[in-house]
T-cell receptor, first 115, second 114 residues
Framework: DGGITQSPKYLFRKEGQNVTLSCEQNLNHDAMYWYRQDPGQGLRLIYYSQIVNDFQKGDIAEGYSVSREKKESFPLTVTSAQKNPTAFYLC????FGQGRTGELFFGEGSRLTVL | AQSVTQLDSQVPVFEEAPVELRCNYSSSVSVYLFWYVQYPNQGLQLLLKYLSGSTLVESINGFEAEFNKSQTSFHLRKPSVHISDTAEYFCAVSSTGGGNKLTFGTGTQLKVEL
């Protein structure tokens, strides 16, 4: 089945540690996205990538980093510079190019708790 | 620039009652419209979408939404809700030309009670 796989589902880390969240898709989508979700704040875009080896900052990129070395993979690193990293993180993908509508396909999410 | 407003952060309703979740958008160009549903600790799933054609769109589980261009709205309705419909619902909009970045509302928590 085609889809998006995020891992781990739950992650606990000590303050000051960097953590990397994995996102893999087999939908053959060009574009991939990372969102952060906090209660009552909806979804906020962290980073997105429309093509391999290229990515752009979203609305809340500070304290995060990404890479896009392969079409299928878009890992997110939450660095120690992120002041409030405890949140639910969602990875998504979409078609980019002819036929695109903006529709996003989401993974199951990763919940990061910093102790 | 585009934006989405979901005025109701929480909507409590009894089982088998009708429900309407409101969504208004703002955009200077033509739009595509989406409703997503999110169950606890899960990702978002597409519920229904308006791309073109008939302004009334339906989902397989009884939800429907109507695109109203003059009122810039895309309200979600269901005539009779079930306990299993308890979830958070997000309205989203993208422009039809270039970019296509999806803009989300802040979500409406639907709580169905017995």
């Amino acid at each position: 089945d085609g889809g998006i796989t995020q891992s781990p589902k739950y992650l606990f880390r000590k303050e000051g540690q960097n953590v990397t969240l994995s996102c893999e898709q087999n939908l053959n989508h060009d574009a991939m996205y990372w969102y952060r979700q906090d209660p009552g704040q909806g979804l906020r875009l962290i980073y997105y990538s429309q093509i391999v080896n290229d990515f752009q900052k979203g609305d809340i990129a500070e304290g995060y980093s990404v890479s896009r070395e392969k079409k299928e993979s878009f890992p997110l690193t939450v660095t120690s510079a992120q002041k409030n990293p405890t949140a639910f993180y969602l990875c998504a993908s979409s078609i980019f190019g002819q036929g695109r509508t903006g529709e996003l396909f989401f993974g199951e999410g990763s919940r990061l708790t910093v102790l | 620039a585009q934006s989405v407003t979901q005025l109701d952060s929480q909507v409590p309703v009894f089982e088998e009652a009708p429900v309407e979740l409101r969504c208004n958008y703002s955009s200077s160009v033509s739009v595509y419209l989406f409703w997503y549903v999110q169950y606890p600790n899960q990702g978002l799933q597409l519920l229904l979408k308006y791309l073109s054609g008939s302004t009334l769109v339906e989902s397989i589980n009884g939800f429907e939404a109507e695109f109203n261009k003059s009122q810039t709205s895309f309200h979600l309705r269901k005539p009779s809700v079930h306990i299993s419909d308890t979830a958070e619902y997000f309205c989203a909009v993208s422009s039809t030309g270039g970019g296509n970045k999806l803009t989300f509302g802040t979500g409406t928590q639907l709580k169905v009670e017995l």
